[in-house]
T-cell receptor
Framework: DTAVSQTPKYLVTQMGNDKSIKCEQNLGHDTMYWYKQDSKKFLKIMFSYNNKELIINETVPNRFSPKSPDKAHLNLHINSLELGDSAVYFC??????????????FGPGTRLLVL | AQSVAQPEDQVNVAEGNPLTVKCTYSVSGNPYLFWYVQYPNRGLQFLLKYITGDNLVKGSYGFEAEFNKSQTSFHLKKPSALVSDSALYFCAVRDFTGFQKLVFGTGTRLLVSP
């Protein structure tokens, strides 16, 4: 009954490969997010989707392409992986995305290592 | 732009002692502030938030935070630390650019010694 789940938990791959990370939430929320946590533990938002529509795109290289097949799922596809993409990627969700009171709930993270 | 600062990379405290993890904010308009905790190899867990009202906010696991408008601070506190509180703590502020995102501080590692 995990609220926000991500797969895979760990991902080790070679430079130049293409990989995807999946996220699902069973909270009935309208808005989902992708955050990146770098090696220094700094967290920064990458994307946000509201009801399958892209809302926030924070100057992320276009090698990163989010896709939301429905409002419960937000996937992240990364093309031509680079060493600097190594990080922990967190998915999160919130009820509407518009209310200041909303709490964002985070998934367990996907640890990506590019060799 | 909204931002938060966590001035301490690490806080050390002995078990049973009170703990404080500091956070200051810079916002235009009203601040909406959050604390999250990240245990090793885990995701972020929500602890508490300040939206409006009482300056002392109570949250999960016995944590509380004090909102101080004059000092633009939102420090996280606990009266008696546990070894299991050892984790990475993040302060965050709501950013209002259309749909809202969280802007996080750099995190503070809390180490509670037995």
């Amino acid at each position: 009954d995990t609220a926000v789940s991500q797969t895979p938990k760990y991902l080790v791959t070679q430079m130049g490969n293409d990989k995807s990370i999946k996220c699902e939430q069973n909270l009935g929320h309208d808005t989902m997010y992708w955050y990146k946590q770098d090696s220094k533990k700094f967290l920064k938002i990458m994307f946000s989707y509201n009801n399958k529509e892209l809302i926030i795109n924070e100057t992320v290289p276009n090698r990163f392409s989010p896709k939301s097949p429905d409002k419960a799922h937000l996937n992240l596809h990364i093309n031509s992986l680079e060493l600097g993409d190594s990080a922990v990627y967190f998915c999160a969700s919130s009820l509407f995305g518009t209310s200041v009171e909303e709490t964002q709930y985070f998934g367990p993270g996907t640890r990506l290592l590019v060799l | 732009a909204q931002s938060v600062a966590q001035p301490e990379d690490q806080v050390n405290v002995a078990e049973g002692n009170p703990l404080t993890v500091k956070c200051t904010y810079s916002v235009s308009g009203n601040p909406y502030l959050f604390w999250y905790v990240q245990y090793p190899n885990r995701g972020l867990q929500f602890l508490l938030k300040y939206i409006t009202g009482d300056n002392l906010v109570k949250g999960s696991y016995g944590f509380e935070a004090e909102f101080n408008k004059s000092q633009t601070s939102f420090h996280l506190k606990k009266p008696s630390a546990l070894v299991s509180d050892s984790a990475l703590y993040f302060c965050a502020v709501r950013d209002f650019t259309g749909f809202q995102k969280l802007v996080f501080g750099t995190g503070t590692r809390l180490l509670v010694s037995p």
